[in-house]
């Protein structure tokens, strides 16, 4: 059955030594591995976390942090480079701790989270910003397959990316940048707002998805949103996905008027029952799916 992990985000940002006990907990939870942010230089000392995650007995997928400063579609050259650099880096990160995948928006120009507004573009800029996201991704994925890591580009919804945010426009990417280290990551929370259909981006997606997480289209705790998970987990089966599955449910339980949603907030109160049943709605549906197939 696929490894379910959970976004180190549930519980701390950013998340440090001090967190290390935390392991145990998300093992205790159910859960098979953590998805962890590729640590900034100094915020973690990479041997230690791996001894921490191994103690716990939780395996380990990177989650990768762009910016306008490191972006691999930027028409600025230092920009470019510093995304080419920033993914050599978080695969070395991936190396020393021992995972496998480094996920994300790896083609960077964030939106308005990072407070860019979107603009368009002439065609001549579009077609220039996939050659310098090909360029970069090839390069990085030369780096990536000497050591063994895969990078799993992920597509964002039109609020948060202005390059990347359909399965389609990923498919188009992959087939530009043709390389065996470069594959796919999908988020179910981005996809229910630019996919006509979760199941069929899946099998679009098909052997080239590393990586998958499933989350809410609140980024509530599973099932509590409006996801189809039985169609969703099929559609798993149906391609043959055996990869890490990630949740990430933190989305607070505070509907009182003003307070922004996207806006990442600390937990308020013990989730540990619900963190629980998370991991097990997850391997349920999994499981019986494969059964009814």
């Not at 070395?92 to 995972?99: F, M």
């Amino acid at each position: 059955m696929n490894p379910i992990g959970l976004i180190s985000m549930q519980y701390a940002r950013p998340f440090t030594a001090e967190h290390f006990q935390l392991f145990a907990k998300m093992h205790e939870h159910g859960f098979d591995f953590v998805e962890l942010l590729v640590p900034e230089v100094g915020e973690l000392d990479i041997k230690e976390t791996r001894k921490a995650l191994e103690d716990a007995g939780l395996g380990v997928v990177l989650a990768a942090r762009v910016n306008l400063q490191r972006n691999l579609a930027s028409a600025e050259i230092k920009a470019h480079r510093s995304g080419v650099e920033y993914l050599k880096y978080t695969i070395d990160c991936a190396a020393g701790l021992g995972a496998k995948i480094v996920g994300g928006p790896l083609t960077g120009n964030p939106l308005v989270f990072a407070g860019r507004p979107p603009q368009p573009i002439d065609e001549n800029e579009r077609l220039a910003r996939k050659d310098r996201c090909v360029m970069g991704l090839r390069e990085a994925g030369d780096h990536a397959r000497n050591a063994g890591v895969a990078l799993a580009v992920e597509p964002l919804n039109r609020f948060e990316s202005d390059v990347l945010c359909t399965t389609q426009q990923a498919m188009e990417l992959l087939d530009a940048v043709d390389h065996p280290a470069v594959k796919l990551m999908l988020d179910t929370f981005h996809m229910h707002m630019e996919e006509s259909s979760l199941a069929e981006a899946i099998r679009l997606g098909g052997d080239r998805i590393v990586h998958f997480q499933a989350n809410e289209n609140h980024r509530g705790f599973p099932g509590t949103g409006m996801t189809n998970w039985v169609e969703v987990c099929r559609a798993l089966h149906e391609v043959g996905y055996t990869g890490p599955i990630s949740l990430e449910p933190f989305r607070r339980t505070d509907d009182r008027f003003g307070v922004p949603f996207a806006q990442w907030r600390a937990p308020h109160e013990d989730e540990s029952d619900r963190l629980s049943a998370s991991s097990a709605f997850m391997k349920s549906h999994l499981l019986l799916t494969e059964y009814r197939r």
